[in-house]
């Protein structure tokens, strides 16, 4: 039988769980006792009501105390606010009619015990495929928790991205975290989206990145704050859509949407790019006359170097390379001993 829990109305504060012992939340740091953290009022933006459907899986099981209706549940009521319902869903979205949803919803911290299986990964993909076709990747599973949701822009950001994923025929948002987590149970999912998380982890640990690229989820957004986080990879046709002040990526982007693959169309016309020389012993260029931010990764997907010149491959072993630029599609770089 599937079970589906409809989240409708919140009028009750949760009930809490009980650790015997202090545990090290490996999401944040945190030394953690038990119960909920006591939430931050999250206010949504004055909208007109609107009815999308969410879907949370909880399939691959919870982290401590981390369910939807506990450590989010702040987030779940500005949803519901704004007129969205929400069902959790325990038995795996390959079990249910996805195509019932606007939005689906995976979190490490509720996918913390085992892996998404390849039959899961191909019903999402489906999903994503009959025209649900945009997909975001977090590197931080806490900046839309109840503790920090009312960090920085963190509320408004939440609300522009569920937003952003409901009314463009409906999206996945992917929430991983830091290299200490099992990053290892959603990388099925974010690598057929050309994406992955947890490749690396970020300092400081308390993150506010301000570097935003030109998408609507940024919309009014100053900055957003993480936790504890790790930086994410992201591959053509996927993007980075947010970094730190040190180049490490924080938030990835998939959006094959038709106004938006228009857009790439016409940002990436007469831009085919060219290394020389290849392959290269020490360094190598690049063609970028628009003076794009050159991402190299290797031949995993991870990321491994960005470039704000030509020039790059100094600090890189020798190896096999993927170097692309926003819009373009990647090219292959060897560099040899």
Known sequence: MIICMLLCIFSTTPGTTTL?????DQATGDVWIGGSNSAIPAS??????????VVWDTTHGVYLSYYPNTRYSSLLTMLS???????????????????QYDVIVLCLATSWYS????VEVDSLYAFYSRSHQRVILTGDMNFCEN???GFADNTAFSYNVFDWLATSGGGILIMGDNPGCPNANINPVNDTFAMLSGVAGINPADLYFTNFGPYTIFNGISQVYYRAAGAIS?????????WTSANEPTIGLLDQSTDVEETISKRAHGRNLRITPNPFYNTAKVSNPAGDR?????????LREISNGSSFGAGLNPGIYFIRVDGSAPVKAVKLK
Do not use: E, F, K, W
Request: proline share 7%.
């Open 20 to 24: 015997g012992l202090p545990v090290i």
């Open 44 to 53: 949504a933006p004055v909208v007109t009501a609107r009815q999308h459907h």
């Open 81 to 99: 606010d704004s007129g969205y319902t929400i069902d959790i869903c325990g038995t795996g979205l390959n079990t249910i009619d996805l195509d």
């Open 115 to 118: 892996p998404y299986s390849q």
């Open 147 to 149: 503790t920090y949701i």
């Open 234 to 242: 992201a591959a053509a046709p996927a993007a980075m859509a947010a």
């Open 294 to 302: 050159v991402y190299i990764y290797d031949g995993s997907g991870r």
